[in-house]
């Protein structure tokens, strides 16, 4: 998947950064980003279409394509009327309806909010983890270990 200027790539189920391979990414942030364009439903179908300006489509707040295994991708962009004062709906283009543009709800396009830094996900390695963190996962060894409070 490559959303904006970032890049993701999914290996035996987990999404990894495809320039920085070793980022500690927050998985269920781009899962999101992924079931959001998969399970998106629209609000309404506008089959004859202004021009995309008329959209915000001419410069999209997001442009995503996801790449599937097979080769095959899908890019949608998402895009808000300049003119707009709801904050309740978007404009969405994809390219497998070239001729349509889909009004859907702007929280779907929150999913896409994101930079690399706000994905970093702090808790994914053992160097960035706080003991007590470590603690609570591994509790044998750890501070306050009941087995070392245990009489000889």
Not at 51 to 65: E, I, W
Request: glycine share 4%; net charge negative.
């Amino acid at each position: 998947m490559q959303m904006n200027d970032l890049d993701f790539t999914q290996t035996d189920g987990s999404w990894t950064l495809t320039n920085d391979t070793g980022y500690a990414l927050n998985q269920s942030s781009v899962k999101k980003m992924v079931n959001t364009i998969l399970q998106m439903q629209t609000a309404w179908t506008i089959t004859t279409p202004d021009a995309d300006s008329a959209y915000g489509l001419d410069d999209p707040d997001v442009t995503t394509t996801l790449t599937f295994t097979d080769g095959t991708s899908l890019t949608v962009r998402f895009g808000t009327e300049a003119t707009d004062t709801t904050d309740s709906l978007c404009y969405l283009a994809s390219d497998a309806a070239p001729t349509v543009v889909y009004e859907v709800n702007a929280d779907h396009k929150a999913a896409f909010a994101v930079t690399k830094e706000t994905l970093y996900d702090a808790t994914a390695t053992a160097e960035t983890a706080a003991t007590t963190d470590v603690v609570a996962q591994y509790p044998v060894g750890g501070e306050n270990d009941y087995a070392a409070s245990l009489p000889d």
